[in-house]
């Protein structure tokens, strides 16, 4: 059965779930909504009850038509009461971006489209064009959308990347920099997208967000860190925060207008992607307007196509 909710984000809401006690099965439903409500997922997202396989591709593959046949449709689906041991037999078929918590049961898949396969690959290729004029580019491993893992949620990033060579007491659990990318999505979602990343571990040095807005085209690539909790506030999760965003209008007949607030180039510094300081002849990931500008156009095409 379908239901479509409202959902606002509520004070005082967990951006992770919490694991389940004995006896709190009666409080699964509300747990699960009040993480839902802190996602910021829009009003008109399909949310249905998991039973089985078979009715999961079937309600995800009508989601994907109502989704490109509706230009203000979101591209997510949620299925509650999805069991862990299921999901592990199951997660490598997910086609779509998986985003789930194995003590909610719930699985949120992101609907994979054009334009946001586009801004995802062709900003991988130019950070692998810096890492190579930094003489880098074997040293820096893409991990893409490698899922990554804790006890408590299991994410997709839209891109990811991170060095060969680590600190001492460094994993590979976690990129040093994280990729997401939202297609009608609101900036509220990509916010919560963030702390996800800055905030579970601090490995994750620095996060990017490529925000396309459907109905216009509009394009904003942000960088973001770890926010800093404000008193009386305490919290271990602040609101992630933008250090750099660039804003690229597509104008009428396919004309170029761009607007640029916090400097001329989208700047990665080279420490927070390596692990290390610069040696001789390295430097910052500096992708300049033309740079994000070639992400644009392939975005546009797709979004024509």
Not at 13 to 42: D, I, K, T, V, Y
Not at 272 to 281: A, D, E
Not at 288 to 301: F, I
Request: charged residues 25%; negative net charge.
């Amino acid at each position: 059965m379908q239901d479509t909710a409202q959902f606002t984000l509520q004070p005082g809401a967990a951006s992770e779930p919490s694991p389940e006690s004995p006896g709190e099965n009666s409080a699964m439903p509300g747990r699960r909504r009040r993480f839902l409500e802190h996602l910021h997922l829009p009003p008109d997202v399909s949310e249905y009850e998991y039973s089985g396989l078979d009715h999961l591709t079937e309600m995800t593959e009508r989601a994907y038509d109502h989704f490109v046949a509706n230009n203000t449709q979101s591209p997510f689906v949620i299925f509650t009461n999805f069991p862990p041991e299921e999901f592990e037999q199951y997660k490598d078929n997910f086609k779509d971006a998986v985003d789930y918590s194995p003590h909610l049961q719930l699985l949120i898949l992101t609907m994979v489209s054009s334009p946001r396969e586009a801004a995802s690959r062709v900003f991988d290729g130019l950070v692998r064009d810096k890492a190579r004029e930094n003489g880098v580019r074997r040293k820096l491993s893409p991990r893409g959308s490698t899922r990554t893992e804790t006890p408590d949620r299991q994410k997709q990033a839209d891109g990811s990347w991170i060095p060969h060579e680590l600190p001492p007491g460094r994993t590979r659990q976690w990129p040093s920099v994280a990729l997401e990318v939202g297609y009608s999505e609101s900036r509220e979602k990509l916010k919560r997208d963030m702390e996800f990343w800055l905030n579970t571990s601090n490995d994750v040095q620095m996060a990017l967000s490529i925000d396309i807005n459907r109905p216009s085209g509009n394009i904003f690539f942000t960088t973001w860190k770890r926010g800093i909790p404000i008193p009386p506030r305490t919290s271990s999760n602040p609101e992630p925060q933008a250090m750099q965003e660039i804003k690229i209008e597509r104008g009428r007949a396919g004309q170029q207008q761009l607007n640029i607030t916090g400097g001329n180039n989208l700047v990665i510094p080279f420490q927070s992607i390596m692990l290390r300081q610069p040696g001789q002849g390295e430097g910052d990931f500096v992708f300049t307007r033309e740079d994000l500008l070639e992400v644009a156009g392939e975005v546009w095409l797709a979004m024509d196509s």
